[in-house]
Protein backbone atom coordinates (compact mmCIF):
# COMPACT_ATOMS: atom_id res chain seq x y z
CA UNK A 1 0.00 0.00 0.00
CA UNK A 2 1.65 3.39 -1.21
CA UNK A 3 1.26 6.44 1.03
CA UNK A 4 1.66 9.24 -1.11
CA UNK A 5 1.69 11.64 1.71
CA UNK A 6 4.01 14.88 2.25
CA UNK A 7 4.88 18.13 4.19
CA UNK A 8 2.37 17.69 7.92
CA UNK A 9 0.35 14.68 6.87
CA UNK A 10 3.67 12.65 6.26
CA UNK A 11 4.90 12.95 9.82
CA UNK A 12 2.16 10.60 11.26
CA UNK A 13 4.29 7.83 9.52
CA UNK A 14 6.71 9.02 11.84
CA UNK A 15 4.99 7.96 15.03
CA UNK A 16 3.72 4.80 13.52
CA UNK A 17 6.80 3.92 13.50
CA UNK A 18 8.11 4.61 16.40
CA UNK A 19 5.11 2.81 18.20
CA UNK A 20 5.80 -0.17 16.02
CA UNK A 21 9.62 0.08 17.08
CA UNK A 22 9.13 0.49 20.42
CA UNK A 23 6.95 -2.97 20.48
CA UNK A 24 10.25 -4.36 19.45
CA UNK A 25 12.25 -3.41 22.42
CA UNK A 26 13.08 -5.83 25.67
CA UNK A 27 10.51 -4.11 28.32
CA UNK A 28 8.39 -1.57 26.20
CA UNK A 29 6.66 1.53 27.38
CA UNK A 30 3.77 0.40 25.98
CA UNK A 31 3.10 -1.76 22.79
CA UNK A 32 0.73 -0.88 19.47
CA UNK A 33 0.25 -4.20 17.32
CA UNK A 34 -1.85 -2.16 14.78
CA UNK A 35 0.51 -0.02 14.59
CA UNK A 36 3.47 -2.99 13.99
CA UNK A 37 0.64 -4.42 11.41
CA UNK A 38 0.50 -1.50 9.47
CA UNK A 39 3.68 -1.21 9.19
CA UNK A 40 4.40 -3.73 6.97
CA UNK A 41 1.61 -3.20 4.67
CA UNK A 42 2.76 0.45 3.60
CA UNK A 43 4.86 0.60 1.20
CA UNK A 44 7.82 3.52 2.20
CA UNK A 45 10.85 4.02 3.47
CA UNK A 46 10.67 3.37 7.38
CA UNK A 47 14.50 2.27 7.54
CA UNK A 48 15.36 6.08 7.16
CA UNK A 49 13.93 6.53 10.58
CA UNK A 50 16.27 3.93 12.30
CA UNK A 51 18.71 5.51 13.75
CA UNK A 52 15.88 8.01 15.59
CA UNK A 53 16.15 6.83 18.69
CA UNK A 54 15.41 9.79 21.00
CA UNK A 55 11.75 10.22 18.52
CA UNK A 56 11.14 6.62 19.24
CA UNK A 57 11.16 7.38 23.13
CA UNK A 58 9.95 10.70 22.87
CA UNK A 59 6.73 9.22 20.91
CA UNK A 60 6.52 5.79 23.24
CA UNK A 61 6.12 8.59 26.22
CA UNK A 62 3.78 11.05 25.12
CA UNK A 63 1.83 7.83 24.27
CA UNK A 64 1.55 6.34 27.20
CA UNK A 65 1.11 9.94 29.00
CA UNK A 66 -1.69 10.32 26.69
CA UNK A 67 -3.27 7.19 26.72
CA UNK A 68 -3.09 7.77 30.55
CA UNK A 69 -4.66 10.87 30.61
CA UNK A 70 -7.40 9.95 28.54
CA UNK A 71 -8.57 7.26 30.08
CA UNK A 72 -8.75 9.11 33.24
CA UNK A 73 -10.73 11.32 31.50
CA UNK A 74 -12.77 8.74 30.10
CA UNK A 75 -13.34 7.11 33.72
CA UNK A 76 -14.75 10.18 34.73
CA UNK A 77 -17.05 11.32 32.39
CA UNK A 78 -18.05 7.49 30.55
CA UNK A 79 -20.80 9.77 28.62
CA UNK A 80 -17.73 11.99 26.91
CA UNK A 81 -16.97 13.14 23.42
CA UNK A 82 -13.50 12.78 21.79
CA UNK A 83 -11.82 14.77 19.66
CA UNK A 84 -8.97 13.40 18.07
CA UNK A 85 -7.20 16.56 16.06
CA UNK A 86 -4.86 15.56 13.56
CA UNK A 87 -5.44 12.28 14.00
CA UNK A 88 -3.34 10.66 11.22
CA UNK A 89 -2.57 6.79 11.83
CA UNK A 90 -3.59 7.15 15.64
CA UNK A 91 -4.74 3.58 17.18
CA UNK A 92 -5.66 5.48 20.67
CA UNK A 93 -9.65 4.73 20.11
CA UNK A 94 -9.02 0.72 19.62
CA UNK A 95 -6.18 0.60 21.94
CA UNK A 96 -8.08 1.68 24.75
CA UNK A 97 -10.80 -0.06 23.47
CA UNK A 98 -13.36 3.00 23.55
CA UNK A 99 -15.69 1.73 21.40
CA UNK A 100 -19.03 3.08 23.57
CA UNK A 101 -17.53 6.69 23.48
CA UNK A 102 -18.47 9.01 20.23
CA UNK A 103 -14.70 9.63 19.10
CA UNK A 104 -14.14 11.26 16.31
CA UNK A 105 -10.58 11.25 13.97
CA UNK A 106 -9.91 14.57 12.70
CA UNK A 107 -7.92 14.73 9.74
CA UNK A 108 -6.71 16.45 6.10
CA UNK A 109 -8.58 14.07 3.04
CA UNK A 110 -5.57 12.59 2.36
CA UNK A 111 -4.49 11.74 5.77
CA UNK A 112 -8.26 10.02 6.40
CA UNK A 113 -8.24 8.08 3.05
CA UNK A 114 -4.99 6.20 3.96
CA UNK A 115 -6.84 5.84 7.73
CA UNK A 116 -9.86 3.98 5.97
CA UNK A 117 -7.36 1.53 5.02
CA UNK A 118 -6.98 0.26 8.17
CA UNK A 119 -10.15 1.79 10.18
CA UNK A 120 -13.66 1.75 9.64
CA UNK A 121 -15.92 4.25 10.73
CA UNK A 122 -19.39 2.82 13.15
CA UNK A 123 -22.30 4.91 14.13
CA UNK A 124 -19.56 6.04 17.66
CA UNK A 125 -16.73 5.97 15.80
CA UNK A 126 -16.56 8.96 13.18
CA UNK A 127 -13.98 10.37 10.74
CA UNK A 128 -14.00 14.25 9.63
CA UNK A 129 -12.15 15.05 6.79
CA UNK A 130 -10.98 18.13 6.91
CA UNK A 131 -7.96 20.21 8.27
CA UNK A 132 -8.17 21.59 12.19
CA UNK A 133 -8.55 24.60 11.21
CA UNK A 134 -11.79 25.15 8.97
CA UNK A 135 -14.19 25.58 11.34
CA UNK A 136 -16.78 23.88 9.65
CA UNK A 137 -15.30 20.64 10.81
CA UNK A 138 -17.36 21.86 14.39
CA UNK A 139 -20.58 21.70 12.49
CA UNK A 140 -20.39 17.98 12.04
CA UNK A 141 -19.75 17.47 16.00
CA UNK A 142 -22.91 15.86 17.85
CA UNK A 143 -21.83 16.59 21.38
CA UNK A 144 -25.27 17.29 22.78
CA UNK A 145 -23.55 19.24 25.94
CA UNK A 146 -21.78 16.60 27.23
CA UNK A 147 -18.52 16.53 28.11
CA UNK A 148 -15.54 17.46 25.75
CA UNK A 149 -11.95 15.95 25.56
CA UNK A 150 -9.73 17.31 22.09
CA UNK A 151 -6.37 15.92 21.78
CA UNK A 152 -3.66 17.11 19.16
CA UNK A 153 -0.68 14.82 19.52
CA UNK A 154 2.52 15.88 17.16
CA UNK A 155 0.21 18.83 15.36
CA UNK A 156 0.38 22.14 17.24
CA UNK A 157 3.91 22.55 16.43
CA UNK A 158 3.90 23.09 12.90
CA UNK A 159 1.45 26.13 12.90
CA UNK A 160 1.97 29.38 13.98
CA UNK A 161 0.57 31.51 17.09
CA UNK A 162 -1.32 33.46 14.48
CA UNK A 163 -2.82 30.42 13.72
CA UNK A 164 -3.38 28.85 16.50
CA UNK A 165 -4.96 31.70 18.47
CA UNK A 166 -7.95 31.88 16.12
CA UNK A 167 -8.17 28.28 16.82
CA UNK A 168 -8.28 28.37 20.20
CA UNK A 169 -10.65 31.50 20.18
CA UNK A 170 -13.18 29.46 18.07
CA UNK A 171 -12.91 26.47 20.31
CA UNK A 172 -13.27 27.43 23.59
CA UNK A 173 -16.95 29.33 22.52
CA UNK A 174 -18.11 26.12 20.62
CA UNK A 175 -16.97 23.35 22.90
CA UNK A 176 -17.28 25.05 26.76
CA UNK A 177 -16.34 23.63 29.74
CA UNK A 178 -13.76 20.95 27.28
CA UNK A 179 -10.58 19.39 28.38
CA UNK A 180 -7.28 19.91 25.84
CA UNK A 181 -4.86 17.20 25.92
CA UNK A 182 -2.00 18.31 23.59
CA UNK A 183 1.87 18.16 22.59
CA UNK A 184 4.03 21.54 23.25
CA UNK A 185 7.30 22.04 22.16
CA UNK A 186 9.71 24.07 23.69
CA UNK A 187 10.57 27.59 21.90
CA UNK A 188 14.12 26.35 21.68
CA UNK A 189 12.92 23.57 18.91
CA UNK A 190 11.04 26.69 16.72
CA UNK A 191 12.85 26.92 13.26
CA UNK A 192 14.91 23.69 14.02
CA UNK A 193 12.88 20.79 12.08
CA UNK A 194 16.56 20.05 9.96
CA UNK A 195 17.92 19.32 12.95
CA UNK A 196 15.35 16.73 13.89
CA UNK A 197 16.58 13.24 14.45
CA UNK A 198 13.82 12.04 12.44
CA UNK A 199 11.83 15.10 10.48
CA UNK A 200 15.57 15.79 8.63
CA UNK A 201 15.23 12.50 7.10
CA UNK A 202 12.39 13.42 5.13
CA UNK A 203 12.57 15.28 1.13
CA UNK A 204 9.99 18.22 2.29
CA UNK A 205 10.75 18.21 6.16
CA UNK A 206 7.65 20.81 7.81
CA UNK A 207 9.26 23.13 10.06
CA UNK A 208 8.19 23.71 13.71
CA UNK A 209 6.60 26.91 13.68
CA UNK A 210 5.16 26.88 17.80
CA UNK A 211 5.89 26.28 21.21
CA UNK A 212 6.25 28.07 24.58
CA UNK A 213 8.26 28.04 27.47
CA UNK A 214 5.66 28.52 29.93
CA UNK A 215 2.29 26.64 29.14
CA UNK A 216 0.65 28.83 31.54
CA UNK A 217 1.18 31.74 29.10
CA UNK A 218 -1.71 30.42 27.22
CA UNK A 219 -4.70 31.69 29.99
CA UNK A 220 -3.40 34.79 28.03
CA UNK A 221 -5.17 33.99 24.54
CA UNK A 222 -8.73 33.82 25.89
CA UNK A 223 -10.42 34.75 29.98
CA UNK A 224 -12.14 30.90 29.43
CA UNK A 225 -8.78 29.03 29.15
CA UNK A 226 -7.31 27.61 32.49
CA UNK A 227 -3.95 25.82 32.55
CA UNK A 228 -4.34 22.33 34.73
CA UNK A 229 -1.20 20.52 34.63
CA UNK A 230 1.85 19.24 32.72
CA UNK A 231 4.24 16.57 32.34
CA UNK A 232 8.02 16.68 30.80
CA UNK A 233 8.75 14.09 28.91
CA UNK A 234 12.32 13.58 30.50
CA UNK A 235 10.72 12.91 33.57
CA UNK A 236 10.09 9.36 32.34
CA UNK A 237 12.00 6.64 31.83
CA UNK A 238 15.15 8.76 32.75
CA UNK A 239 17.71 5.84 31.82
CA UNK A 240 16.84 5.56 28.30
CA UNK A 241 17.29 9.31 27.62
CA UNK A 242 20.95 8.48 28.39
CA UNK A 243 23.33 11.61 28.00
CA UNK A 244 20.16 13.60 26.27
CA UNK A 245 18.05 13.53 29.71
CA UNK A 246 20.52 15.29 32.16
CA UNK A 247 21.08 17.91 30.09
CA UNK A 248 17.55 17.94 29.82
CA UNK A 249 16.36 17.82 33.24
CA UNK A 250 19.62 20.10 34.21
CA UNK A 251 17.48 22.66 36.54
CA UNK A 252 19.12 25.78 34.15
CA UNK A 253 17.75 24.23 31.20
CA UNK A 254 14.99 22.42 31.70
CA UNK A 255 12.14 25.12 31.05
CA UNK A 256 13.99 25.48 28.02
CA UNK A 257 14.14 21.78 27.06
CA UNK A 258 10.69 20.45 28.02
CA UNK A 259 9.25 18.39 25.52
CA UNK A 260 5.60 18.02 27.02
CA UNK A 261 2.40 16.66 27.04
CA UNK A 262 -0.47 20.03 28.56
CA UNK A 263 -3.69 19.77 29.67
CA UNK A 264 -5.94 22.81 29.68
CA UNK A 265 -9.73 23.17 30.52
CA UNK A 266 -12.08 25.86 29.41
CA UNK A 267 -14.29 27.71 31.66
Known amino acids: MNAKLTGIPETLLIPLWARAKEGEMPNPIMRDTKASKMLTEIDYDFSKFEKSWLSQLGVAIRTMLL ?53 KETPRYHFVEKSMLEES ?16 EGLFMYFSEEELRPLFSTLV ?26 LSKMEQAPEFKWGLKESRDLEQWEPEIRFQREWNYYDYYKSRWK ?23 FV
Open 137 to 152: WMEEINDEGRPVLLIA
Open 173 to 198: KRFPEAEVLFEMLPPIMVGKSKHHDS
Open 67 to 119: DNAVSFFLEQNPEAVVINLGAGLDTRHERLGAKNIDWYELDVPESIALRRKFF
Open 243 to 265: WFGYIARFPLLRAKMACRIVNLR
